[in-house]
T-cell receptor
Framework: GAVVSQHPSRVICKSGTSVKIECRSL??????MFWYRQFPKKSLMLMAT?????????EQGVEKDKFLINHASLTLSTLTVTSAHPEDSSFYIC???????????FGPGTRLLVL | AQSVTQLDSQVPVFEEAPVELRCNYS??????LFWYVQYPNQGLQLLLK??????LVKGINGFEAEFNKSQTSFHLRKPSVHISDTAEYFC?????????FGAGTRLFVKA
């Protein structure tokens, strides 16, 4: 149990385009989902926390107009990188936490390369 | 506020040898503790967690960790490692709100 999927696993796009990444909890309902960014050989940097049906809470320094997060259902959250630039290239990982639980379960990550 | 310190950025070890990956934390409130493993180009997989109860926690792949409240530590151990254990290991602490991740420890198992 506790499986989280992410799609796509890898995406290459041109500078200036927008990219949407989906995060799904497959076998549980996730009131809260998290979006992280990971730089090479670094730890995870929390970008934002999203709660189903409400606006996401962004960490300091993360542009909410650039990284749009939607958590429309208890099993799906999306991260849209708008007007992507090469510096947005990174490994993006989502996680989900079941309602009333403390453990986060992570998706397999999405590798974004902006040319 | 909470913080997590993983004392070793890299730990090289020979196959079948024991290993300990160290994790210390600070927090003004009670915490939940986690260890995750990350293989190259993959997300994080939960190894084990301490929420309450017995301070010795057993996880997947033969790993275990011990919660030591007086030393504010949650070190990860395995008595005999395999080549396939080569990966990045993250310690994480959750207090009242957020989960904070350590910087990671790269375990490199040599033949």
């Amino acid at each position: 149990g506790a499986v989280v999927s992410q799609h796509p696993s890898r995406v290459i796009c041109k500078s200036g385009t927008s990219v949407k990444i989906e995060c799904r909890s497959l076998d549980f309902q996730a009131t809260t989902m998290f979006w992280y960014r990971q730089f090479p050989k670094k730890s995870l940097m929390l970008m934002a926390t999203s709660n189903e049906g409400s606006k996401a809470t962004y960490e300091q320094g993360v542009e909410k107009d650039k990284f749009l997060i939607n958590h429309a259902s208890l099993t799906l959250s999306t991260l849209t990188v708008t007007s992507a630039h090469p510096e947005d290239s990174s490994f993006y990982i989502c996680s989900a936490r079941e309602t009333g639980q403390e453990t986060q379960y992570f998706g397999p990550g999405t590798r974004l390369l902006v040319l | 506020a909470q913080s997590v310190t993983q004392l070793d950025s890299q730990v090289p070890v020979f196959e079948e040898a024991p290993v300990e990956l160290r994790c210390n934390y600070s927090s003004s409130v009670s915490v939940y503790l986690f260890w995750y493993v990350q293989y190259p180009n993959q997300g994080l997989q939960l190894l084990l967690k301490y929420l309450s109860g017995s301070t010795l926690v057993k996880g997947i792949n033969g790993f275990e960790a011990e919660f030591n409240k007086s030393q504010t530590s949650f070190h990860l151990r395995k008595p005999s490692v395999h080549i396939s254990d080569t990966a990045e290991y993250f310690c994480a602490v959750k207090g009242s709100f957020k989960t904070i991740f350590g910087a990671g420890t790269r375990l490199f198992v040599k033949a």
